[in-house]
């Protein structure tokens, strides 16, 4: 008689069922086991039979595949972890990572927080360096401490963009956004004259039972927004979850991120995971040809860009970067360790500085920081507003990037060697992060001078340059 083979899937059962916010007891009896059963289960002690699991599944309707995959996406998650320069020296093999994530699950997720701890930590400790120095004390900023959050998780909620894509399933069942908000929600979708508006571009009435949209919005304005009304009623939740897991000192920090959050699951509905994974790859994150695919904007799809980095099915790690003519950055999103300027002005020789001159039009630029690191970016305006003669615009511009390592998968460095210079000869523009943290001295376009360096008298010479520096 052949022996029934088990699963041993301790870990991923225990958050499934914290999930679903049952308790031992209540989940033994809907499986007719008992509740120390149940703990043996969780605590790996025993196997997961396939005839439990067929229960498990049918019981809570849960894909038998996904129950199985907890250890090899915690493997993947400690993988990308273990890359940080501080482990830098430490060897170790992937069937450690496995046994670590497998064998001891508690482990796994006590260091995956903590390093995600560290993280916010070290972009606090620098807030409070350069406020030190003089800048501008932004650790109660809330549009700072916004950003650490994110930062500290590379903008990668991966429990978000699952809840998002079966909304966007449940959506394309009913056809389109309107069908849907009547259905599930008895909600009429109407799209009425910006007068009537009163300032707002969306706005729910739950007295008339209607979700009104500014009629003066693009297609992919209106897409948008309609998503974004149904996360917010339909994803809570998840969002919710998401947050608990960062400390807000400030009660408007905490706001904004949940917008962004919430943003973020909007974006995923609009560009479900699985099927925006897989057409990056065949367009070869041409960002336009997408947008047009999934009916968004340019900006939209370069933001989704940066948030894939789901475990076990993660693409090119980007960053993102959005800014005014004078030079505000009024969004900033880090998916591939660029280091971005926290406090003053960003690198002037940067071609997202330069893009305000040719609209519209996609600027390729390779950059070099000081310390050798080589990224390749995309530059181009956009144009938020308008919509109606006489209604107001607002032009910005948006870079996105990556780290040279992986420019050869994007369709803008075709005819260029992987080393990041293209053939014709055009090398790589020397930036740095800020004028206060680059040590080039022949840079004509530097404001400041750098930290640590003696600037010179020009009492009987003055250089060409901004400034003069001595050897010393």
Same mark, same amino acid.
Request: aromatic share 8%.
């Given at each position: 008689?052949?022996?029934?083979?088990?699963?041993?899937?301790?870990?991923?059962?225990?958050?499934?069922?914290?999930?679903?916010?049952?308790?031992?007891?209540?989940?033994?009896?809907?499986?007719?086991?008992?509740?120390?059963?149940?703990?043996?289960?969780?605590?790996?002690? *025993?196997?997961?039979?396939?005839?439990?699991?067929?229960?498990? @599944?049918?019981?809570?309707?849960?894909?038998?595949?996904?129950?199985?995959?907890?250890?090899?996406?915690?493997?993947? +998650?400690? =993988?990308?972890?273990?890359?940080?320069?501080?482990?830098?020296?430490?060897?170790?093999?992937?069937?450690?990572?496995?046994?670590?994530?497998?064998?001891?699950?508690?482990?796994?997720?006590?260091?995956?927080?903590?390093?995600?701890?560290?993280?916010?930590?070290?972009?606090?400790?620098?807030?409070?360096?350069?406020?030190?120095?003089?800048?501008?004390?932004?650790?109660?900023?809330?549009?700072?401490?916004? &950003?650490?959050?994110?930062?500290?998780? *590379?903008?990668?909620?991966?429990?978000?963009?699952?809840?998002?894509?079966?909304?966007?399933?449940?959506?394309?069942?009913?056809?389109?956004?309107?069908?849907?908000?009547?259905?599930?929600?008895?909600?009429?979708?109407?799209?009425?004259?910006?007068?009537?508006?009163? /300032?707002?571009?969306?706005?729910?009435?739950?007295? !008339?039972?209607?979700?009104?949209?500014?009629?003066?919005? $693009?297609?992919?304005? =209106?897409?948008? =927004?309609?998503?974004?009304?149904?996360?917010?009623?339909?994803?809570?939740?998840?969002? $919710?979850?998401?947050?608990?897991?960062?400390?807000?000192?400030?009660?408007?920090?905490?706001?904004?991120?949940?917008?962004?959050?919430?943003?973020?699951?909007?974006?995923?509905?609009?560009?479900?995971?699985?099927?925006?994974?897989?057409?990056?790859?065949? &367009? *070869?994150? $041409? %960002?336009?040809?997408?947008? +047009?695919?999934?009916?968004?904007?340019?900006?939209?799809?370069?933001? #989704?860009?940066?948030?894939?980095?789901?475990?076990?099915?993660?693409?090119?790690?980007?960053?993102?970067?959005?800014?005014?003519?004078?030079?505000?950055?009024?969004?900033?999103?880090?998916?591939?360790?660029?280091?971005?300027?926290?406090?003053?002005?960003?690198?002037?020789?940067?071609?997202?500085?330069?893009?305000?001159?040719?609209?519209?039009?996609?600027?390729?630029?390779?950059?070099?920081?000081?310390?050798?690191?080589?990224?390749?970016?995309?530059?181009?305006?956009?144009? @938020?507003?308008?919509?109606?003669?006489?209604?107001?615009?607002?032009?910005?511009?948006?870079?996105?990037?990556?780290?040279?390592?992986?420019?050869?998968?994007?369709?803008?460095?075709?005819?260029?060697?992987?080393? /990041?210079?293209? +053939?014709?000869?055009?090398?790589?523009?020397?930036?740095? %992060?800020?004028? #206060?943290?680059?040590?080039?001295?022949?840079?004509?376009? !530097?404001?400041?001078?750098?930290?640590?360096?003696?600037?010179?008298?020009?009492?009987?010479?003055?250089?060409?340059?901004?400034?003069?520096?001595?050897?010393?």
């Amino acid at each position: 008689m052949a022996t029934e083979r088990g699963l041993y899937v301790g870990p991923r059962l225990r958050r499934m069922r914290r999930d679903l916010g049952l308790t031992q007891a209540d989940m033994a009896a809907a499986l007719e086991v008992s509740a120390s059963y149940i703990a043996l289960l969780e605590r790996n002690n *025993r196997p997961l039979t396939a005839g439990l699991l067929l229960k498990l @599944a049918q019981t809570y309707q849960i894909d038998m595949a996904a129950l199985g995959s907890g250890a090899a996406e915690d493997s993947q +998650r400690l =993988q990308g972890v273990l890359k940080d320069p501080v482990f830098a020296g430490i060897e170790w093999g992937a069937s450690e990572l496995t046994d670590v994530a497998t064998n001891f699950p508690g482990v796994t997720e006590a260091l995956l927080r903590l390093y995600t701890t560290y993280q916010e930590g070290q972009l606090a400790f620098a807030d409070r360096g350069a406020a030190a120095a003089g800048e501008a004390d932004d650790v109660a900023d809330p549009v700072a401490e916004s &950003r650490r959050f994110l930062a500290a998780r *590379r903008n990668s909620f991966p429990t978000l963009d699952d809840a998002a894509e079966r909304l966007a399933q449940a959506i394309g069942a009913r056809d389109n956004f309107a069908a849907y908000f009547q259905a599930r929600h008895g909600l009429r979708v109407r799209r009425v004259p910006a007068s009537f508006m009163v /300032g707002s571009t969306r706005r729910l009435d739950p007295h !008339r039972q209607e979700v009104l949209l500014d009629d003066s919005l $693009d297609a992919a304005s =209106q897409a948008f =927004q309609l998503a974004l009304q149904l996360c917010y009623l339909e994803l809570g939740e998840e969002i $919710d979850a998401v947050l608990a897991g960062g400390g807000f000192a400030s009660e408007n920090g905490e706001r904004l991120t949940r917008r962004a959050l919430a943003s973020y699951a909007a974006a995923a509905v609009l560009m479900p995971y699985s099927a925006f994974a897989r057409a990056v790859e065949a &367009r *070869r994150y $041409d %960002v336009e040809a997408l947008a +047009r695919q999934f009916g968004c904007s340019f900006e939209q799809t370069a933001h #989704r860009l940066t948030t894939l980095q789901k475990p076990g099915q993660a693409r090119v790690p980007f960053f993102f970067i959005r800014v005014d003519p004078a030079g505000n950055v009024s969004k900033r999103l880090d998916g591939a360790g660029f280091p971005f300027a926290r406090h003053g002005g960003g690198c002037p020789l940067w071609s997202i500085h330069h893009v305000f001159r040719t609209p519209r039009e996609i600027v390729t630029q390779w950059l070099e920081l000081p310390d050798g690191q080589r990224f390749f970016s995309i530059a181009r305006t956009v144009t @938020a507003g308008g919509g109606a003669f006489g209604a107001p615009r607002v032009e910005r511009a948006i870079a996105l990037g990556c780290a040279a390592e992986h420019a050869g998968k994007l369709i803008y460095t075709a005819g260029q060697t992987p080393a /990041g210079q293209a +053939r014709g000869g055009e090398a790589a523009t020397p930036i740095g %992060v800020t004028c #206060r943290l680059c040590q080039r001295t022949d840079c004509t376009a !530097r404001s400041e001078p750098p930290i640590g360096r003696q600037i010179l008298p020009d009492d009987l010479r003055r250089t060409s340059l901004p400034f003069g520096f001595s050897d010393s």
